[in-house]
């Protein structure tokens, strides 16, 4: 009985050597392209992942979130190929990275749809999400409370809204707090009082996005430089690619892999 | 002989090193966290509402005031059905139903936490906010979420701590001519009180550590809740939300969140052995 037992031990020890020699192997040969950030820039980088290992059989991309400063952590940690950013680099960050812009994209300003409030100005957001102004009614709606729904701290789109919007003042200590653009469009998406901010390409038809001071959040607004709540969406790189790493980004660049992005609703890099 | 020998040695090591484990994590842990909960001070630390990370506020009386109102109201919801459920199982169910309902309920056990979380967004979160007012996501969303999550725990190890009671007292008591439910609720439960408790602590130990559900259904504001509709941050969802960007001091301060919670975890745990002992010695006086 204790002679099969130890036998069966080491048979197991064995087995677990050999899988981790094989895995060890296995893995350096065909190593994917890893990207990982915002998890503005996942849904598009997914999209034009898929497009591109359609067409090129041989190649690997992974995609991952993580947010934007995440991203910038594992390429420096050498965990990914590319980081996904979504706002601008800080002065410090970019001595130590070169960023790429993939496309731009709108900060929409998002409703429910059921609210009747369908334009603000910038000051009207910052004391909506700062919380000096806590009836919808001040603001040309009806008559309840105001949820302001932010996102984590790090996240590159509430550093990019911070920064456009913002400025100085703090986003309110009450405003709710979602981890990612999907759990922000959900909340607004059952909440009558709620008001957020996410990616444009990302809003979809389920919730309003409204007019910041008078101007409609759209593509072309972006372009024409008319709409303001706009920010970049960048690939993050550190030192020099490797070659498979490369001919995705140059695909991502390429005019197919913007058009790919435009049809997306983003907006081309200039 | 030699092969015991050498198989209680190898079962020793891999002991051991389960331990040491642990105490590697510890040491981590503190030795990350501590060095700014002494810097920002107790009083900046432990009792200051103003987290600000990116400029250097790092208080986190808000979390703990979150965890605690979260965790209270999850024992609440779990005390009370789990404990429900308990008696029922044993005392007034037949054999053959408690035989199904039982695995059943341990059954949710397995249920992954973002499942629980999903359902707590898609169904009770719009349903509180609708019928009752406030975010939706709240303290009482988090509760219920969390008191389903601990009702296996809860029910599982009161149903050992009634059944482990001899059988004499209960006859006993009804032979003195006591009804079901008084020898259930004066006798029994009375007999099995200190293997409820451990039930119950064991339950809060899960409730005060489970992030991802949390997460979802909390609404992660920085604010002491007034009450139940308000939405709270807890210590886990704090590390859990941002931790991913942590860098430096905010990185620490992370750390020294988990040492907070570690020494909750740890007061819990001290509380249940505690009390788990004192069952012991009076079972046997």
Known sequence: MSKSLAEWISSLCLTVALCFLALGCGGKHERAVNVVGSTSVQPFAEFLAEEYMAAHAEENVEVQGGGSTAGLQAVANQLADIGMCSRSLTEDEEKQFSGTTIARDGLAIVVNPGNPVTELTTDQLRALFSGSIRSWKDVGGEDGPVRPITREEGSGTRESFTHLVMGKERISRAALTQESNGAVKELVKGDPAAIGYMSLGLVGSELKAIKVDGVEPTGENVIADQYKLARPFLFITEGTLRPEAQRFMDYVLSPEGQRTLESEGLVRAK | ?285
């Not at chain 2, 006859?171 to 439960?189: F, N």
């Open chain 2, 1 to 285: 002989m030699r092969q015991d020998k050498l198989i209680a040695a190898a079962l020793m090591i891999v002991a051991f090193s389960a331990v040491s484990g642990l105490a590697l994590i510890t040491v981590f842990i503190f030795k990350s966290g501590l060095p700014l909960i002494i810097e920002s001070g107790a009083r900046g630390f432990f009792l200051s509402l103003d987290w600000d990370p990116k400029n250097g506020s790092f208080g986190i009386l808000s979390m703990i005031v979150g965890s605690l109102a979260v965790t209270a109201g999850a024992m609440i919801i779990g005390t009370v059905f789990g404990l429900g459920l308990a008696i029922v199982l044993t005392q007034f169910c037949p054999r053959e139903i408690a035989a199904i309902l039982k695995p059943l309920i341990e059954l949710l056990a397995g249920i992954p936490s973002v499942v629980y979380g999903f359902i707590g967004v898609v169904t009770i979160a719009p349903l509180i906010r609708t019928h009752l007012g406030g975010p939706g996501l709240s303290v009482l969303a988090a509760s219920i979420v969390l008191g389903v999550m601990v009702l296996p725990t809860v029910t599982s190890i009161s149903v050992d701590a009634i059944k482990a009671v001899p059988r004499s007292y209960w006859e006993g008591s009804i032979a003195l001519g006591a009804t079901e439910w008084q020898s259930t609720y004066m006798v029994l439960l009375k007999a099995a009180r200190s293997g409820i408790v451990a039930a119950i602590i064991l339950g809060m130990g899960r409730a005060v550590g489970e992030t991802m559900a949390v997460i979802m259904v909390a609404g992660n504001t920085l604010e002491i809740p007034h009450g139940p509709l308000d939405a709270v941050r807890t210590l886990t969802s704090n590390i859990a939300l941002e931790m991913g960007y942590a860098s430096g001091k905010h990185r620490d301060a992370l750390f020294a969140t988990a040492v907070t919670l570690f020494i909750i975890i740890m007061i819990l745990n001290t509380a249940a052995l505690l009390i788990a002992k004192r069952g012991v010695r009076g079972g046997g006086r």
